[in-house]
């Protein structure tokens, strides 16, 4: 029996808050979830992402690990490694800040809290892999639509990290936000500076945006 929250269990209705009331709402959502409701979104979110396309081949991988109730991607790191695929978390650049770089993520590594106390890789020269040369990114959201609209934590990192995806599109990794289902709304509003994503995957379902694009026709596939 699903006992995850119902995306129209609003209360007050999504539409009527703003960005600021809507992030703060749908954290609470998120974090609401019990340990085995997260469990079961984890291993459910590891199943789509091993069936997605877009990830079937793809050989690096920038993954995240959960904070304030995000889906867990660690059970797809774990079985995905098993095909051979190489994976990479985010870190904060000391310097260009608000920008990101990605190191390996291993069994040696060892994590550091940042500044917002989110475990990373240290900052080293010779560890990272360029972003040009990531094959798909998996980040968290605090919301989406089924047009392509998201909403972050409001920090903008991976904005200014992949905003090159706009004008050089064939260098870019897919671009895919991780979320529970229950974090879905209606609608959300397209900034300029939000960049576009090649598709959304929560624990039932896979939102693919063909055209990388929040204009862009989605295919939906899932229970």
Known sequence: MNT??????????????????LRKHLRSLRRALSFEQQQQAAEALALNLLRHPDLYRARHVAVYLPNDGEIDPR????????????????????I???????????????????????????????????????????FPLVGFDEQGGRLGMGGGFYDRTFAFSRHRPRLAPKLIGLAHECQKVAALPIEPWDVPLHGVVTDRRCYRFSTASPAGAPTVTGS
């Open 4 to 21: 995850f929250p119902h995306p129209r269990s609003f209360a007050p209705h999504p539409d009527t808050l703003d960005r600021s009331q």
């Open 75 to 94: 059970p797809y790191v774990d079985l995905a490694r098993r095909r051979g695929v190489h994976f990479y978390l985010p870190v904060l650049h000391p």
């Open 96 to 138: 260009h800040t608000g920008r990101l770089v990605f190191s390996p993520y291993d069994d040696g590594v060892v994590l550091r809290p940042n500044r917002f106390g989110i475990p990373e890789p240290e900052f080293r020269h010779g560890l990272r892999r360029p972003v040009w040369a990531l094959d798909a990114v998996l």
